[in-house]
């Protein structure tokens, strides 16, 4: 789609911070599937939730990258 681009390069374990949290009271949910749509696990409840990417990248505060987190 031309004009379509990304803010966010999402992979797979990365922690992403959302702007509004989860009724546990979870803000941070750890990406487990990264595409058209993405599947994401919250970090307070492990509950798991889709999402499509337009939608998340809207959603998104913050990305914790899991690479960040090794070094």
Known sequence: MPGKFFLY???VGDVVRMKKKHP???FEWTLTRVGAECKM???GCGR???MD???LEKST???KRKSDDLD
Do not use: D
Request: hydrophobic content about 30%.
């Open 9 to 11: 390069k999402y992979e």
């Open 24 to 26: 546990c009271g979870s």
């Open 41 to 43: 696990t919250c970090n």
């Open 48 to 50: 798991l939730a889709v």
């Open 53 to 55: 990417r337009p939608t």
């Open 61 to 63: 505060v913050e990305v």
